[in-house]
């Protein structure tokens, strides 16, 4: 786990986390941009997948963070420009029909991936 320097963060915290097996890594003296990435990943599997589940356990959940990882990183369009732009190169002109399209679901719907059939 890191953690920054907050002064929130007693000793009897590291110690307890120790005792659970977890290794505690501090962050660098004014570094507040180091999280930045960890929060926006936080936020969005909060967001996307777990506002709408009530785990029922730690295998539960490791089911939902486990799924929403797979349609995150193989069926969900980049954000950056240069991934957008090598997708929309594989657009053809035509619009597709209904029939042409196929949706695959996760989670009971809540993850949702459209994608073109085969002819």
């Not at 959940?61 to 193989?74: I, K, Q, S, T, W």
Request: aromatic share 8%.
């Amino acid at each position: 786990m890191t953690r920054d320097n907050d002064g929130k963060y007693a000793p009897e915290f590291d110690a307890a986390l120790k005792v659970g097996g977890v290794k505690v890594q501090r962050l660098p003296v004014r570094s507040p941009n180091m999280q930045a990435f960890v929060g926006r990943w936080i936020g969005s599997i909060e967001r996307e997948c777990l506002d709408y589940f009530v785990p029922l356990g730690e295998e539960h959940l490791n089911l939902l963070v486990r799924e929403y990882v797979a349609h995150h990183n193989d069926e969900r369009p980049p954000r950056n420009r240069q991934c957008a732009a090598r997708w929309s190169t594989n657009v053809p002109n035509d619009i597709p029909t209904l029939k042409f399209v196929g949706c695959k679901k996760r989670l009971g719907g809540l993850l949702r991936h459209y994608h073109r059939k085969a002819a």
